[in-house]
């Protein structure tokens, strides 16, 4: 009995091989049969038209040419907007001058109260190459569905509201492109040398 064992083993091993070698070809298959956009995730994005912290009409072309980073947000949260602000402007301080080669915004999903002067007053806490930009309701959904923000009104008790929304950083590429969640969980030192990269 003994002496059968191995070609046993040797039998099943071999049909396995052959099992995951076939699972593999036909994956392989089908991921080069998608078409291109379907294998990317560049469809984090697109064309946008709002208004910044000084009342200027800005789209995504304004950011061409350069990196840039997105993060939505609201001038009434308590502490995850004003502690990612924070964090991202330590990243662009040590970035020094080349800071000035990229721009890091932040999109208002309260465009109710989010007007550009309360905006402007609020980024002017944080690194100058942050910018502030809001616009009308439908504005700001078209521009949260093209980034597939999550955005959603929560009534409070004394009859104020306060905002839930996605709190991800996009990195974008110079074309405006997405390339990936930007990770601010490192030390601003690692952060800013992964952006210098991009420059």
Request: proline share 7%.
């Amino acid at each position: 009995m003994r002496a059968g064992l191995p070609s046993a083993q040797t039998r099943i091993l071999a049909v396995l091989a052959a099992f995951l070698a076939g699972a593999l070809a036909l994956f392989t298959a089908v991921w080069l049969t998608l078409p291109k956009e379907a294998t990317q995730v560049s469809s984090v994005g697109g064309p946008f038209r709002l208004t910044d912290q000084n009342g200027r009409a800005v789209s995504e072309q304004d950011f061409k040419g350069e990196p840039f980073v997105v993060f939505f947000g609201f001038t009434n949260c308590p502490d995850i907007c004003p502690t990612t602000l924070f964090e991202m402007s330590e990243v662009l301080k040590r970035l020094g001058p080349d800071a000035n080669k990229m721009a890091a915004l932040f999109i208002s999903v309260d465009p109710e109260r989010d007007t550009p002067e309360k905006l402007k007053d609020y980024v002017s806490s944080f690194h100058p190459r942050i910018f502030g930009l809001t616009g009308t309701p439908e504005e700001i959904a078209t521009v949260e569905r093209e980034y597939r923000v999550y955005a959603k009104k929560v009534p409070l008790k004394d009859g104020d509201y306060t905002m839930d929304h996605t709190a991800v950083v996009y990195l974008m590429d110079k074309d405006g492109r997405f390339v990936a969640p930007f990770n601010l969980k490192k030390s601003a030192d690692e952060a800013a040398a992964d952006l210098r990269r991009r420059l």
